[in-house]
């Protein structure tokens, strides 16, 4: 399975991006989780938003709850990430992942995914 993430860019604190991710490659699982994380410089990733084991089911970080909205495109496997009301501290790599046997205790673990994308920068100046 293979992951293409794109969206990258540069905005002002306060503006919008929309990040793109599409699977492609063998068959996923359809309950298979689609998720958002970050990773900023020297840190962990850090979960953002995923749509849970196949559903249009969201789960949000509570940075950003209320500001990204996560989505599943027309095809089953594409996913987006509607960033609005950007903040500096949004800055980070976006990786986009897919978890096939995740439980809801696991979701927001990076390290319960199965497959990643190569990750965009989002950079928010402040």
């Known amino acids: 399975v293979q992951l293409q993430a794109s969206g990258r860019g540069l905005v002002q604190a306060g503006g919008s991006l929309r990040l793109s991710c599409a699977a492609s490659?063998?068959?996923?699982?359809?309950?298979?989780?689609m998720a958002w994380f970050r990773q900023a410089p020297g840190k962990e990733p850090e979960f953002v938003a995923a749509?849970?084991?196949?559903?249009?089911?969201?789960r949000y970080e509570d940075s950003v709850q209320g500001r990204f909205t996560v989505s599943r495109g027309s095809a089953w496997n594409t996913m987006y990430l509607q960033m609005n009301s950007l903040k500096p501290e949004d800055t980070a790599v976006y990786f986009c992942?897919?978890?096939?046997?995740?439980?809801?205790?696991?979701?927001?673990?990076?390290?319960?995914?199965?497959?990643w994308g190569q990750g965009t920068q989002v950079t928010v100046s402040s």
């Open positions: 490659g063998r068959a996923v699982s359809r309950t298979g989780t």
């Open positions: 992942a897919i978890g096939e046997r995740l439980i809801i205790s696991t979701m927001r673990n990076h390290r319960m995914y199965d497959y």
């Open positions: 749509l849970w084991r196949g559903s249009t089911n969201t």
